[in-house]
């Protein structure tokens, strides 16, 4: 779900369009998206069967992205739909997103292989310690995308100390399909690439609860 709040998320670039639902029409739709068949109406689906809510991009008098108390109102009633949610949130520099990574069951932590982005990583996780969030720390899991083909040598040792700080860190090497801003089918990436999502998504659902209630749903931020 791309739950940026923005224009320009660009997630629905990353899918092929089969409709032109969008987060808007979840936000207008309110609490009818509890009908299983109602959210399906709204969902894009990828080549492995994701389904995917894309963000809106127009900024007109009719659509808009949805603000962020919308949005929450959106993930609510999708949570009673979907046992798992994989929100696509900004970054980690306003009061809404700290409010989600706090009640996020697996708080997913991306960064580029830089020196900067990297110790910005693990600023955040110190600052969520720091914060009493031990537990969303100590959950999260660190995506290290590489952009480029070779990795300078002073972004590796910073890379080997944010592997200490986290509790399990992810490389997902430089991909040339990655780096395009084209609908995505995982088939076409590298058996390298394929595989480093695959540890993420293996360590995303291995931090989730193993049996949900019929009230209980898991969500991934």
């Not at 696509?88 to 991306?110: F, M």
Request: aromatic content about 4%; hydrophobic content about 45%.
């Amino acid at each position: 779900m791309d739950a940026t709040a923005r224009a320009w998320g660009g997630l629905g670039h990353r899918v092929v369009r089969a409709s032109a639902a969008s987060a808007w029409d979840a936000s207008v739709a309110e609490t009818k998206l509890a009908d299983p068949r109602a959210a399906e109406e709204l969902m894009q689906r990828g080549p492995t069967g994701l389904r995917v809510l894309v963000g809106e991009s127009k900024m007109t008098a009719q659509r808009r992205p949805p603000t962020w108390s919308e949005m929450f109102g959106v993930i609510g009633h999708l949570r009673s739909v979907y046992a798992m949610a994989l929100l696509d949130l900004p970054a980690a520099d306003n009061t809404p997103t700290w409010r989600a990574l706090g009640w996020a069951t697996v708080p997913v932590l991306v960064s580029r292989a830089t020196v900067d982005a990297l110790q910005h990583t693990m600023r955040l996780l110190a600052h969520l310690k720091a914060a009493g969030l031990d537990q969303v720390a100590e959950s999260a899991v660190v995506v290290v995308m590489t952009t480029t083909h070779s990795t300078a040598r002073e972004v590796r040792a910073v890379e080997q100390l944010a592997r200490q700080a986290a509790t399990h860190l992810v490389r997902v090497p430089f991909d040339p399909v990655l780096a395009r801003p084209d609908p995505l089918d995982p088939r076409s990436l590298s058996k390298a690439t394929r595989t480093a999502l695959t540890e993420v998504a293996a360590a995303v659902v291995d931090r989730c609860p193993a049996d949900l209630g019929p009230h209980e749903r898991a969500s991934v931020a």
